[in-house]
T-cell receptor, first 116, second 112 residues
Framework: EAQVTQNPRYLITVTGKKLTVTCSQNMNHEYMSWYRQDPGLGLRQIYYSMNVEVTDKGDVPEGYKVSRKEKRNFPLILESPSPNQTSLYFC???????????????FGPGTRLTVL | KQEVTQIPAALSVPEGENLVLNCSFTDSAIYNLQWFRQDPGKGLTSLLLIQSSQREQTSGRLNASLDKSSGRSTLYIAASQPGDSATYLCAVSRSGTYKYIFGTGTRLKVLA
């Protein structure tokens, strides 16, 4: 089954304790992206990656890091989490082929993060 | 800066009604526009993808149109059902980048 998986699904942590949220896709997609969703603000893009070792900032990259060492994985790293990073996080992937119907994004189930 | 607006923020309709959801964007330089649905506590499910060169896309009871020049897209849902109750989001992809901008969504409730 084609899917995007995220782990963990729920996480409660404390300020300053480094954490990693994993994202994996099994569709051989080139493009992967991280979003955060907050009430009243909608989904905002954090980082995206066009291919292995190629990443770029979205609209809200501050306080986050990403890496793309393998095509299927795109972890989100919070080196020193703060309470304003409490949010619902989504990973997504697509073929990245512009003009193609395969450019549609597929989303993971989400990770609800609480930073105390 | 690209801004995406969805109006109304919430909508409640009786079952069987045809309805239209609106999405407006300020910069017409887009690659494509996608419509998603999001069920409570769940991820997003893609409904329709419209390329910038296309005018509309259809899938079952759903039809999405795109008018780049006016910065508008509409999602038409025919013969609405209670199972259509969800939040509907639109997102545009900026030309020249792989960034996506989402609207804040329309929360739809279809009453049985």
């Amino acid at each position: 089954e084609a899917q995007v998986t995220q782990n963990p699904r729920y996480l409660i942590t404390v300020t300053g304790k480094k954490l990693t949220v994993t994202c994996s896709q099994n569709m051989n997609h080139e493009y992967m992206s991280w979003y955060r969703q907050d009430p009243g603000l909608g989904l905002r893009q954090i980082y995206y990656s066009m291919n292995v070792e190629v990443t770029d900032k979205g609209d809200v990259p501050e306080g986050y890091k990403v890496s793309r060492k393998e095509k299927r994985n795109f972890p989100l790293i919070l080196e020193s989490p703060s309470p304003n990073q409490t949010s619902l996080y989504f990973c997504a992937s697509s073929s990245g082929v512009r003009g193609s119907s395969t450019d549609t994004q597929y989303f993971g189930p989400g990770t609800r993060l609480t930073v105390l | 800066k690209q801004e995406v607006t969805q109006i109304p923020a919430a909508l409640s309709v009786p079952e069987g009604e045809n309805l239209v959801l609106n999405c407006s964007f300020t910069d017409s330089a887009i690659y494509n526009l996608q419509w998603f649905r999001q069920d409570p506590g769940k991820g997003l499910t893609s409904l329709l993808l419209i390329q910038s060169s296309q005018r509309e896309q259809t899938s079952g009871r759903l039809n999405a149109s795109l008018d780049k020049s006016s910065g508008r897209s509409t999602l038409y849902i025919a013969a609405s059902q209670p199972g259509d109750s969800a939040t509907y989001l639109c997102a545009v992809s900026r030309s020249g980048t792989y960034k996506y901008i989402f609207g804040t969504g329309t929360r739809l409730k279809v009453l049985a």
